[in-house]
C-alpha cells in the first residue's frame, strides 16, 4: 500500500488527481463544522455532550455528526444517496426510466438529472425535519437549552435555504471528485462522513475502558479482514463466445466469466432495515405523541429488545432477496450473451440459461443475506457483552461503518492501481525490445 502511494504520487497526472480529492475532502469536513446562520453554537456543544441512542445517533453516523451541529453541510450526502436508490428502484418500476437507461449515456444523463432533482426535494423535506426538531427541541430530547438564536418563521426559511444549497453544493462536489479525482465522489463523500465520526466513538470507548478498547481494536482487525474477504467472493460463470465471420474477419472465440458476488446488494438492506425501524421513533418527536403507542415503540423498538432484534434481521433478509430481484434480471443478463454469441457451456442459450443464473443467483444470495445480518448484530453483542447504554451505537465497528469503509477503501486503491498500470503499460514492441 505504500508503495503504490509513493509510485502514484511520482506520476504528475494521477498526484493531481488526488491531491484535488484530498483538497475537496478538505473543503466537504469544513462545511461540515462551520454552523449555519443563527445556530447557537455553545448551547449544541453543551447538548451534544449528553445525547445518545436511536435517530440521533443515526443521524451523528451518516452525516459524520455535522446533522446534530447544524452545519452548513448538516444533510451530508444522505439526499443524494436516498435519491440514488429510490431512482435506481422506479427505474425497475417504471417503463420509461428502464427505456431510459437502455439509451446509453443520454439516457444515463436524464436519469442523473432526475436524481439530482429528486434530490433537492428530499433535502427541503429532511431539512425541514431539521429545523423543526432543533425548534422544538426534539432533536436533543434531554437538552432543555435553546440551539436557535430566533425561533421565528423566517429564521427557520433562511437555516432551511442554507441547508439545502450546502446539499446542492455536496452534490457538485462530488461530481467534481468523479469527474477529476479519484474514484467515485459520492462513495468518497460517504466514506468520510463514517470515518470523521470514528474518533469520538473510539474516545468513547477508551474512557469506558482501555482493556475493552485494546479488546475491540483487535477484533476490528479480524472483522475487517473476514469482511474483505466477504467482499472479494463471488462465483464465477464461465462463459464462451462462438466465433463468428462478419465480413472478411473473424470475431469470437473468447473465453470470460460472469462475476456473481456473495454480497450482490452491498450495503443498501443494511440501510433501508435501519431507516424503516427509526421511522416510528422520528414520528413520535415530530409529533411528540404520548400515550401506550409511544410507550410501545419506546419499548419493543429499542436496540437490544428481541423483538427489534427479530425484526431489524428479518428486514434485512427480506430487503437483500428484494433489492437483488430488481438489480440483477437473469433473464436480460441471458439475451445479452445470447444476442452477443455467448453461452455457458452446457447450458443451452435463452431461457435455460436464465434459469441456471436465476439458480446460481438464489444460492448466493442467501449466505449474503446471512453475512449482512450478522454483521449488523455486531453492535448488539457489543452492548450485550459491554452491558453500556452508548456501546450499541458507539461501537466503530458496526455494520454500516465496516461496510463503508471496506467497500468504498477497496474501490478506490483498485481505480489507483488500474490508473497505475495503464501508464506503466509500455506496449508490446518496447517490452519486446527490452528483452532482445
Same mark, same amino acid.
Given at each position: 500500500?505504500?508503495?503504490?502511494?509513493?509510485?502514484?504520487?511520482?506520476?504528475?497526472?494521477?498526484?493531481?488527481?488526488? #491531491?484535488?480529492?484530498?483538497? @475537496? /475532502?478538505? =473543503?466537504? +469536513?469544513? &462545511?461540515? $463544522?462551520? %454552523?449555519?446562520?443563527?445556530?447557537? !453554537?455553545?448551547?449544541?456543544?453543551?447538548?451534544?455532550?449528553?445525547?445518545?441512542?436511536?435517530?440521533?445517533?443515526?443521524?451523528?453516523?451518516?452525516?459524520?455528526?455535522?446533522?446534530?451541529?447544524?452545519?452548513?453541510?448538516?444533510?451530508?450526502?444522505?439526499?443524494?444517496?436516498?435519491?440514488?436508490?429510490?431512482?435506481?428502484?422506479?427505474?425497475?418500476?417504471?417503463?420509461?426510466?428502464?427505456?431510459?437507461?437502455?439509451?446509453?449515456?443520454?439516457?444515463?444523463?436524464?436519469?442523473?438529472?432526475?436524481?439530482?432533482?429528486?434530490?433537492?426535494?428530499?433535502?427541503? #423535506?429532511?431539512?425541514?425535519? @431539521? /429545523?423543526? =426538531?432543533? +425548534?422544538? &427541541?426534539? $432533536?436533543? %430530547?434531554?437538552?432543555?437549552?435553546? !440551539?436557535?438564536?430566533?425561533?421565528?418563521?423566517?429564521?427557520?426559511?433562511?437555516?432551511?435555504?442554507?441547508?439545502?444549497?450546502?446539499?446542492?453544493?455536496?452534490?457538485?462536489?462530488?461530481?467534481?471528485?468523479?469527474?477529476?479525482?479519484?474514484?467515485?465522489?459520492?462513495?468518497?463523500?460517504?466514506?468520510?462522513?463514517?470515518?470523521?465520526?470514528?474518533?469520538?466513538?473510539?474516545?468513547?470507548?477508551?474512557?469506558?475502558?482501555?482493556?475493552?478498547?485494546?479488546?475491540?481494536?483487535?477484533?476490528?482487525?479480524?472483522?475487517?479482514?473476514?469482511?474483505?474477504?466477504?467482499?472479494?467472493?463471488?462465483?464465477?460463470?464461465?462463459?464462451?463466445?462462438?466465433?463468428?465471420?462478419?465480413?472478411?474477419?473473424?470475431?469470437?472465440?473468447?473465453?470470460?466469466?460472469?462475476?456473481?458476488?456473495?454480497?450482490?446488494?452491498?450495503?443498501?438492506?443494511?440501510?433501508?432495515?435501519?431507516?424503516?425501524?427509526?421511522?416510528?421513533?422520528?414520528?413520535?418527536?415530530?409529533?411528540?405523541?404520548?400515550?401506550?403507542?409511544?410507550?410501545?415503540?419506546?419499548?419493543?423498538?429499542?436496540?437490544?429488545?428481541?423483538?427489534?432484534?427479530?425484526?431489524?434481521?428479518?428486514?434485512?433478509?427480506?430487503?437483500?432477496?428484494?433489492?437483488?430481484?430488481?438489480?440483477?434480471?437473469?433473464?436480460?443478463?441471458?439475451?445479452?450473451?445470447?444476442?452477443?454469441?455467448?453461452?455457458?457451456?452446457?447450458?443451452?442459450?435463452?431461457?435455460?440459461?436464465?434459469?441456471?443464473?436465476?439458480?446460481?443467483?438464489?444460492?448466493?444470495?442467501?449466505?449474503?443475506?446471512?453475512?449482512?445480518?450478522?454483521?449488523?448484530?455486531?453492535?448488539?453483542?457489543?452492548?450485550?457483552?459491554?452491558?453500556?447504554?452508548?456501546?450499541?451505537?458507539?461501537?466503530?465497528?458496526?455494520?454500516?461503518?465496516?461496510?463503508?469503509?471496506?467497500?468504498?477503501?477497496?474501490?478506490?486503491?483498485?481505480?489507483?492501481?488500474?490508473?497505475?498500470?495503464?501508464?506503466?503499460?509500455?506496449?508490446?514492441?518496447?517490452?519486446?525490445?527490452?528483452?532482445?
Amino acid at each position: 500500500m505504500p508503495t503504490m502511494l509513493i509510485r502514484a504520487f511520482r506520476v504528475p497526472d494521477l498526484r493531481k488527481k488526488i #491531491l484535488f480529492t484530498l483538497g @475537496v /475532502v478538505a =473543503l466537504f +469536513r469544513f &462545511g461540515q $463544522i462551520l %454552523p449555519a446562520p443563527g445556530v447557537n !453554537v455553545v448551547a449544541v456543544r453543551e447538548c451534544l455532550r449528553g445525547t445518545g441512542g436511536g435517530l440521533v445517533d443515526m443521524l451523528q453516523l451518516f452525516s459524520g455528526g455535522a446533522m446534530l451541529k447544524l452545519s452548513v453541510f448538516a444533510l451530508g450526502i444522505i439526499p443524494y444517496i436516498t435519491a440514488s436508490i429510490l431512482v435506481q428502484l422506479l427505474t425497475v418500476m417504471i417503463p420509461r426510466l428502464a427505456a431510459l437507461r437502455k439509451e446509453g449515456s443520454r439516457g444515463q444523463a436524464k436519469i442523473t438529472q432526475y436524481t439530482r432533482y429528486l434530490t433537492v426535494a428530499l433535502a427541503v #423535506l429532511q431539512a425541514t425535519t @431539521v /429545523v423543526s =426538531l432543533a +425548534r422544538t &427541541g426534539g $432533536i436533543f %430530547p434531554n437538552c432543555r437549552r435553546q !440551539v436557535l438564536y430566533d425561533q421565528g418563521p423566517a429564521a427557520a426559511a433562511v437555516l432551511v435555504v442554507t441547508m439545502v444549497a450546502g446539499t446542492c453544493m455536496v452534490m457538485w462536489l462530488g461530481e467534481l471528485v468523479t469527474d477529476r479525482g479519484i474514484g467515485n465522489g459520492m462513495s468518497i463523500l460517504i466514506f468520510v462522513q463514517v470515518v470523521a465520526a470514528f474518533p469520538s466513538y473510539v474516545s468513547t470507548i477508551f474512557v469506558l475502558s482501555p482493556f475493552a478498547l485494546a479488546a475491540m481494536l483487535l477484533t476490528g482487525v479480524f472483522l475487517v479482514a473476514a469482511v474483505v474477504f466477504m467482499e472479494q467472493a463471488q462465483r464465477r460463470i464461465p462463459v464462451q463466445y462462438a466465433k463468428r465471420m462478419v465480413g472478411r474477419r473473424m470475431y469470437g472465440g473468447t473465453s470470460t466469466y460472469l462475476p456473481l458476488k456473495v454480497n450482490q446488494a452491498g450495503i443498501v438492506p443494511v440501510i433501508f432495515a435501519s431507516s424503516l425501524l427509526y421511522l416510528p421513533q422520528l414520528a413520535m418527536q415530530l409529533t411528540g405523541g404520548t400515550g401506550p403507542v409511544a410507550e410501545w415503540v419506546g419499548y419493543y423498538l429499542a436496540g437490544d429488545h428481541p423483538v427489534y432484534v427479530t425484526v431489524y434481521l428479518s428486514l434485512i433478509v427480506a430487503f437483500t432477496y428484494f433489492y437483488v430481484s430488481i438489480t440483477f434480471d437473469p433473464a436480460e443478463v441471458a439475451d445479452t450473451m445470447k444476442r452477443y454469441g455467448g453461452f455457458v457451456p452446457g447450458i443451452r442459450p435463452g431461457r435455460p440459461t436464465a434459469e441456471y443464473l436465476r439458480f446460481a443467483l438464489s444460492r448466493l444470495i442467501a449466505p449474503g443475506a446471512a453475512y449482512l445480518a450478522v454483521l449488523s448484530l455486531i453492535p448488539i453483542i457489543a452492548f450485550v457483552i459491554l452491558r453500556d447504554p452508548a456501546t450499541q451505537q458507539n461501537f466503530p465497528f458496526g455494520g454500516t461503518t465496516v461496510l463503508i469503509m471496506v467497500g468504498v477503501g477497496l474501490d478506490t486503491v483498485k481505480n489507483i492501481e488500474a490508473q497505475l498500470e495503464q501508464r506503466a503499460y509500455t506496449g508490446f514492441l518496447r517490452e519486446s525490445r527490452a528483452r532482445t
